[in-house]
């Protein structure tokens, strides 16, 4: 079970972008994600005409380090840790390491 999902909101605590909030667009293999309008570079594309691709320059988002992010904890307005706990009917579910409340709803 992964800390940070596809869809949840992130702060980021390191780096350039630091202090950015977005969510999380994909999960890549459990240590890099991409975030919505954070680390975002700027690349020059070639044009393709096979595909009907124009040329130019394009920003585009690249993947972040898990590290360098925090999950986004609405009650008190800042990043928290995840930690997990195993309820009485057997699901294992993920909580604030502050405040221990549930992030899945």
């Known amino acids: 079970m992964r800390k ?3 869809g949840d ?3 980021v605590i390191a780096g350039k972008d630091r202090g950015k909030r ?4 994909r999960v890549l293999d459990d240590q890099r994600i991409y975030v919505e309008n954070v680390n975002v570079v700027k690349k020059h594309q070639k044009p393709n005409p096979n595909t009907g691709t124009p ?8 993947p972040l380090h898990v590290s360098n992010v925090a999950l986004y ?3 008190t307005g800042k990043g928290d840790r995840v ?3 195993i309820l009485e009917d057997g699901r294992k579910i ?5 405040s221990g409340a549930a992030v899945d709803k």
Do not use: T
Request: no cysteine.
């Open 22 to 25: 977005g969510q999380v667009l």
């Open 83 to 85: 930690g997990f706990r």
């Open 94 to 98: 993920r909580v604030f390491r502050s």
């Open 4 to 6: 940070i999902r596809k």
């Open 55 to 62: 040329g130019g320059i394009i920003d585009k988002e690249m």
């Open 73 to 75: 904890n609405e009650a």
């Open 9 to 11: 909101e992130v702060i």
